[in-house]
């Protein structure tokens, strides 16, 4: 099982910037080999599941939802165990709750384990 705390998150305005940022722990740590996994970005909208929006492999390999490519950059610091997401020209579709998770590798971005408490992202003039 790993924990994830997400944070970052913050009301701005169309067109503006934020980082998120998702801290790793618990003892899935314990296996070297398992210290840095392919982590997701995911979003979730009131009354919805929770979509997702970026990826980024243990080698530092990343994907992209269409709705944010060119606009979100994911990366991670190995040393410390975090993951992020730089969002840019956030647009009012953009808002959600924002989540990281561990992802089944090969298939659809599913998330492996329970959620963290999210960051709230709300984009609006």
């Known amino acids: 099982q790993v924990h994830y705390v997400e944070s970052g998150g913050g009301l701005v305005e169309p067109g503006e910037s934020l980082r998120l940022s998702c801290i790793l722990s618990?003892?899935?740590?314990?296996?070297?080999?398992?210290?840095?996994?392919?982590i997701g970005w995911y979003r979730q909208t009131p009354g919805k599941q929770h979509e997702w929006v970026a990826a980024i492999t243990r080698r530092g390999t990343t994907d992209y939802a269409e709705s944010v490519r060119d606009r979100f950059t994911a990366s991670r610091d190995f040393a410390q165990h975090t993951v992020f997401l730089q969002m840019n020209s956030l647009k009012p579709e953009d808002t959600g709750t924002y989540y990281c998770n561990r992802y089944f590798v090969g298939g659809d971005y599913r998330p492996v384990d329970s959620w963290g408490q999210g960051t709230q992202v709300t984009v609006s003039s």
């Open positions: 618990g003892s899935f740590f314990d296996n070297p080999a398992q210290r840095n996994p392919a």
